[in-house]
């Protein structure tokens, strides 16, 4: 079983429609959790950390459910250049890696 | 200021030959990580430096596989007697705090 798993999708959503991503983690050690964003055959950039209180970054949602293990990115009201791969990441404080889940790829039509 | 660098950006090999990936990564960045990402697939962790040692290689796939850092900063990664399964995009990434890495453009290696 992989360490971070996630659906890979592809998601295929009108502009304008609120789409969720989840992801399950198998250690419970894991400290951190992110979501990085890769445009295609480009390099992935951090989009967001994700906190157990839930936070906001303007239409993204992320949430931690630590009792369940999962993590979740909503985006509400996309955009086309929403297109792209979701990369859900655990971070282990021991030995300071990032596990990176398969990646969601989501695709916003007009 | 300039992000993280790796060359070339490009490289086509015959099986069995060595080939040397280079890593420039972000200045004043202490840790630096490499990665491997296979079409389609997600990263696959290979080896962490943290200053110019490496406390973590548990993800090099096999013997061929080394890398080094020297100066705190350039890292290498040698693959030696290449095999095909070897073909990916390697990722190099760079950080100052524990989690926010920073990527370089990446090596597509293909062995043919």
């Known amino acids: 079983r992989k360490e971070v798993e996630q659906d890979p999708g592809p998601f295929n959503v009108p502009e304008g429609a609120t789409v969720a991503f989840n992801c399950t983690y198998s250690?419970?050690?894991?400290?951190?959790f992110f979501w990085y964003r890769q445009d295609c055959r480009k390099e992935p950039k951090l989009l967001m950390s994700v906190y157990s209180s839930g936070n906001e970054d303007g239409r993204f949602t992320a949430q931690l459910n630590r009792a369940s293990q999962y993590i979740s990115l909503l985006i509400r009201d996309s955009k086309l250049s929403d297109s792209a791969t979701y990369l859900c990441v655990a971070f282990y404080n021991q030995g300071g890696k990032l596990i990176f889940g398969q990646g969601t790829e989501l695709s916003v039509k007009p | 200021g300039a992000g993280v660098s790796q060359s070339p950006s490009n490289k086509v090999t015959e099986k069995g030959k060595d080939v040397e990936l280079r890593c420039d990564p972000i200045?004043?960045?202490?840790?630096l990580y490499w990665y491997r990402q296979s079409l389609g697939q997600g990263l696959e962790f290979l080896i962490y430096f943290q200053g110019n040692s490496a406390p973590d290689k548990s993800g090099l796939p096999s013997d061929r596989f080394s890398a080094e850092r020297t100066g705190g900063s350039v890292s290498t990664l040698t693959i030696q007697r290449t095999q095909q399964e070897d073909s990916a995009v390697y990722l190099c990434a760079s950080s100052s705090s524990s989690y926010e890495q920073y990527f370089g453009p990446g090596t597509r290696l293909t062995v043919t």
């Open positions: 200045s004043g960045h202490t840790a």
């Open positions: 250690n419970s050690a894991s400290q951190s």
